[in-house]
């Protein structure tokens, strides 16, 4: 068989790509978890969740002191009580008197201000106070944190601690979250071989399969491993359906290029529909995406497979670009994709002449501006150049270098690290 020299598949543009995925994915089946102990940080609500009690329920006291009337100005009180927090109303505050009250008790009838210990003396049951208070001064009001019937989390919400600690509040121990996709990550190629494997000449360590699997579990996903496929045609359909029949998505690793070797695409083809199988963008230019459908038998949504490049920063760009938001829309997440921003280059970039390139950087905060220097040389086998980079900058195609102080849009892909000095 002689080499291609011509790919059969157009070259999309990375927009053109990315609505080709996004038009193929839905959110998964949801269930109904114990979001408070099944560890469900990460997870992303696919209900919407409101309180039904307003809260604080009863007006509390917001700090250690004495309830009191504010009309009394700052004349002498008796103090004919104390309340402590989680104490049954009940007591009443005539003119004259107050009551001596602790953090989060509920305010008596009649009080309509709390003045702190500290402004206070207590003598022979007499309350003097240093200043006279206004009314509502430090009590906590019915609803003043949540009101009743009140949003408090949407659908698509992504749960981290504020959003776990919100669902214990409001007491939904139980709630309806979307499903964790299963993402089969399968590598290829003969020369590729396990990292704890013998090592041969012109062999490859596995790094790729590692890596999207991290960054699948990274985005939510539970990872599978299909191991790494010779290039043979039998053992990578064989791997292929096994996907088909155990996961969600399938990510597949090497394999997509021109080479004689490379036997990913027609295999999609053969078993799927390919969507697109040349994108203008670097580095990842093969990145191929199609979905299998499941036998009638298994009734549900088409696999989704995406074949990256094999050299490994591509894998991983390519990644972040086109699946990560793919994965993060399967689990319902409202806000699937990576925030862009505008930074300053602090070092001069030669742009790609042909095609957009997403170039590995790493952002800081500096002097009023989001500053981004390079990881050094971008070779897209060059794995060191993702080390540390917490930004893709979105370099447009041409031949003019852009100067060190020039302005380029980035995509965020981790958080802002600490300035340098
Ligand atoms: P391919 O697209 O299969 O021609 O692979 C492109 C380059 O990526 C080759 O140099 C491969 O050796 C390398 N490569 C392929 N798969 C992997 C992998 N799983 N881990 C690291 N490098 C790989
Ligand atoms: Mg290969």
Redesign the pocket.
């Known amino acids: 068989m002689g080499m291609q020299r011509e790919s059969p598949y157009p070259m999309v543009s990375i927009d053109e790509a990315q609505r080709l995925i996004t038009a193929h994915v839905a959110p998964l089946g949801v269930e109904a978890i114990d979001v408070l102990r099944d560890a469900a940080d990460g997870r992303v609500l696919a209900e919407d969740v409101y309180s039904v009690e307003p809260l604080p329920d009863t007006p509390k006291a917001g700090v250690d002191g004495y309830a009191l009337r504010s009309a009394d100005g700052d004349a002498p009180r008796r103090v004919i009580a104390e309340v402590t927090a989680g104490a049954t109303p009940g007591l009443h505050v005539a003119p004259g008197t107050a009551v001596r009250i602790m953090t989060g008790a509920p305010v008596p009838d009649g009080a309509d201000a709390v003045i702190m210990v500290e402004h206070t003396e207590e003598r022979d049951g007499m309350l003097m106070v240093r200043h006279a208070l206004r009314p509502g001064d430090n009590i906590h009001t019915v609803g003043q944190d949540i009101a009743a019937g009140q949003l408090v989390l949407a659908r698509g919400t992504t749960l981290g601690a504020a959003e776990i600690g919100l669902l214990a509040t409001v007491g939904r121990v139980r709630a309806t979250v979307y499903r964790r996709p299963v993402v089969a990550v399968l590598?290829?190629?003969d020369?590729?071989y396990e990292p704890d494997g013998e090592v041969f000449p012109g062999g490859?360590?596995?790094?790729?399969?590692y890596?999207l699997m991290a960054a699948a579990r990274e985005a939510g996903c539970v990872a599978l491993s299909l191991g790494?496929a010779r290039?043979d045609v039998q053992v990578q359909r064989a791997a292929i359906l096994e996907a088909l029949d155990r996961a969600d998505v399938l990510l597949t690793?090497?394999?997509?290029?021109m080479?004689t070797?490379?036997l990913i695409k027609p295999l999609l083809a053969e078993l799927g529909t390919v969507h697109f199988g040349r994108i203008a963008f670097k580095p990842g230019k093969?990145t191929t995406f199609a979905t299998i459908d499941r036998p009638a038998s298994m009734r549900s949504s088409p696999l989704l497979a995406f074949g990256l490049?094999?050299?490994?920063v591509?894998?991983l760009v390519s990644f972040e670009v086109f699946v990560r938001p793919a994965l993060r829309r399967l689990q319902g997440d409202a806000r699937p994709d990576r925030p862009r921003v505008r930074v300053t280059l602090r070092d001069p970039i030669r742009p790609s002449p042909d095609r957009p390139e997403y170039q590995r950087a790493i952002v800081t905060w500096e002097d009023g501006r989001l500053v981004a220097r390079s990881t050094g040389r971008q070779g897209s086998?060059r794995?060191l150049s993702m080390l540390g980079a917490n930004a893709l900058l979105i370099v447009p195609a041409g031949t003019e270098l852009y100067p060190a102080g020039a302005e380029l849009d980035a995509l965020m892909i981790g958080p802002l690290a600490p300035s340098s000095l």
Do not use: F, Q
């Not at 490859?204 to 399969?209: A, H, K, Q």
């Not at 690793?253 to 290029?257: D, I, K, L, Q, T």
């Open positions: 590598a290829t190629g020369e590729v490859v360590r596995d790094s790729n399969r890596a790494i290039d690793s090497g394999g997509v290029s080479g070797r490379d093969p490049p094999g050299y490994p591509s894998s086998s794995l």
